[in-house]
């Protein structure tokens, strides 16, 4: 899997965009980024996941740069409950499931 | 659709004893993981059944460590001669035989004294 960085926290406004960024630099054709999040005293929770295209769900919206070695996962409209552990996962397609989290970054949404 | 499901959700036990933790995946999720994160690092992969078959193991389980998935439904996680150093929160995930995402459950948390 190729590696990830992510800033270590964020704040970000209620009500505003949460903007988290993750770089991939080593990222290879077949590999896909994933992202999860993590609130406390939870397990994670899938957030959204792409290839080269931009993807939106009901959740946020993933944008890959052109050159995939960078995303930006898009939360719209932050909410409290949006505080958690975001990570950034890349991997090949097939298998998601043996990936290597990383640190995260820790967003704390603030009123 | 009930998610996956861990049980217990804490365990408290003594160095040297061993324990064991039970995993229930989404039913039809032919995939099972299982992961160990301690306190301020994200979770790491430790082993991986597909049906009952176990199928990859990472180097962090040691000898003392082993899993089983029975008939390919729910999966047990035991730990042998417990230490210190075992003390993290256990997580199982499952995921569809498309496999493009994980389910995760809400975790063991094991503390060893």
């Known amino acids: 899997d190729a590696k990830t960085t992510q800033p270590p926290s964020m704040d970000c406004a209620e009500g505003r965009a949460a903007n988290l960024p993750c770089n991939h630099s080593t990222i290879s054709g077949n590999e896909y980024v994933y992202w999860y999040r993590q609130i406390h005293s939870q397990g994670p929770q899938y957030i959204i996941h792409?290839?080269?295209n931009n993807e939106t769900n009901e959740m946020a919206s993933l944008i890959i740069t052109e050159d995939r070695k960078s995303s930006t996962l898009i939360l719209p409209h932050a909410t409290l409950r949006d505080t958690a552990v975001y990570y950034c996962i890349v991997r090949g397609g097939g298998n998601a499931g043996k990936s290597t989290f990383g640190d995260g970054t820790t967003l704390t949404v603030k009123p | 659709d009930t998610g996956v499901s861990q049980d217990p959700r804490h365990k408290i036990t003594k160095r040297g004893q061993n324990v064991t933790f039970r995993c229930d995946p989404i039913?039809?999720?032919?995939?099972l993981y299982w992961y160990r994160q301690t306190l301020g690092q994200g979770p790491e992969f430790l082993t991986y059944?597909?049906?009952?078959?176990?199928?990859?193991k990472s180097r962090l389980l040691s000898d003392r460590f082993s899993a089983e998935r029975p008939k390919g439904s729910f999966s047990t996680l035991e730990i042998q001669r417990t230490e210190q150093g075992d003390s993290a929160m256990y997580l199982c995930?499952?995921?569809?035989?498309?496999?493009?995402?994980?389910?995760f459950g809400s975790g063991t948390q094991l503390s060893v004294l």
């Open positions: 059944f597909q049906n009952e078959a176990q199928l990859e």
């Open positions: 039913s039809e999720h032919n995939r």
């Open positions: 792409g290839l080269k």
């Open positions: 995930a499952s995921s569809p035989p498309e496999a493009e995402k994980l389910f």
